[in-house]
């Protein structure tokens, strides 16, 4: 193991913050030098002649520079969403404006309301596009945050955020070796073979595959407690 090399989240804070960056480099050297000084004694059988003082300094050692790559991670997190929220914030100015002047259009004038009406729903479908797509991007970040920090759930009293798996596809390998059974012609039924394998089925000439990585996925907590109840009832 390189244990010069810096783990997921100390790149994760590098990349992101000038100062988690000096943090993260003036701790590491403390943290890797504990943590194999500790791997070597337990290889080696000697764990138990470290004192109980120099395990528990040990030990305060790697949990202090862990919480600072924490807090480096949670201060690089915040910063990451502040800019994904700016061409959000730019989209919410132009469409409040847009229906500012609609409000204001002379109801006398068919064609400049008209022309209100357009620069509003022009300025919706675009402040609904760039919503999605820095939605899209943030919620790639935190996923990756979740899984680089080990938090892949966290519940909050009105929902819970967890890592979502992507449902298996189904790859071909053999398309001479499928039962005809899978086919519409003139090709095989992907929905249907991915279908039978998830089942457990045996498809010559086909296997299952990832679907992707994992994706922050989100869940009502209300609906969790309703579904909770239903078992227990039916119980």
């Known amino acids: 193991m390189d244990h010069s090399k810096p783990s ?48 528990l300094a040990a030990n305060r050692v790697m949990e202090t520079t ?38 204001r259009a002379d109801p006398s ?12 729903l022009r300025e919706m479908k675009a402040l609904s ?19 680089g920090t080990g938090n892949t759930t966290i519940r909050h009293p009105q929902f819970t955020a967890y890592m ?17 059974d899978v086919w519409t012609n003139p090709h095989p039924d992907r929905q249907e073979i991915a279908t039978r394998l998830r089942r457990g089925e045996k498809i010559d000439g086909a296997v299952l595959a990832n679907g992707g990585p994992p994706f922050l996925a989100f869940r009502d907590r209300q609906a969790e407690s309703s579904q909770k109840i239903d078992k227990e009832d039916a119980a």
């Open 8 to 55: 997921a989240i100390q790149a994760f804070a590098v990349s992101h913050s000038e100062a988690g960056a000096q943090a993260v480099s003036m701790a590491a050297p403390i943290d890797w030098k504990a943590t194999h000084a500790r791997k070597k004694a337990r290889s080696l059988g000697l764990e138990s002649d470290m004192s109980d003082a120099e395990t």
């Open 66 to 103: 862990r919480q600072r790559h924490a807090d480096e991670a949670a201060i690089s997190l915040l910063a990451s969403m502040e800019e994904y929220y700016q061409p959000v914030k730019h989209a919410v100015h132009s469409f409040a404006d847009a229906l500012l002047q609609m409000r």
């Open 109 to 120: 004038n068919i064609e400049l309301t008209m022309l209100g009406v357009a620069r509003f």
């Open 129 to 147: 596009e760039t919503v999605n797509a820095q939605r899209k991007l943030a919620s790639a970040h935190m996923a990756n945050v979740m899984m």
């Open 164 to 180: 979502g798996e992507p449902a298996r596809v189904a790859i071909i390998t053999d398309e001479s070796a499928l039962p005809e």
